[in-house]
Nanobody
Framework: QVQLLESGGGLVQPGGSLRLSCDAS????????MAWFRQAPGKEREFVAHMRWSGGSTHYADAVQGRFRVSRNRAMTALYLQMDSLRPEDTAVYYC???????????????WGQGTQVTVSS
């Protein structure tokens, strides 16, 4: 079991920046990929960005490409999301997710954090 704990959310003005963190513990040796998703009020959860854990390749949703950057720490126990040029439409609960090596051929993620609120407003 992988446990995920997000932090770093908050209130920021349009054009501002935030950095989210996701601390992973448990079976991190078996993590294939980690990702960020978000869910705005009244909307479905949507993909934001992901990183393959070995190799570090990344992929971003079109809505955040060029503004957000995903990274990890050297120990491969934490995932980060640097969010710049934030817009009101980025307001959402942001969730960290992890996919096991045993699930690498499936689209779903196996483990989820509890989420952290990001609010972009003046």
């Amino acid at each position: 079991q992988v446990q995920l704990l997000e932090s770093g959310g908050g209130l920021v003005q349009p054009g501002g920046s935030l950095r989210l963190s996701c601390d992973a513990s448990g079976g991190t040796d078996y993590v294939y990929a980690m990702a960020w998703f978000r869910q705005a009020p009244g909307k479905e959860r949507e993909f934001v960005a992901h990183m393959r854990w070995s190799g570090g390749s990344t992929h971003y949703a079109d809505a955040v490409q060029g503004r957000f950057r995903v990274s990890r720490n050297r120990a491969m126990t934490a995932l980060y999301l640097q969010m710049d040029s934030l817009r009101p439409e980025d307001t959402a609960v942001y969730y960290c997710a992890a996919k096991s090596v045993y699930s690498r051929s499936r689209p779903d993620y196996d483990y989820w954090g509890q989420g952290t609120q990001v609010t972009v407003s003046s």
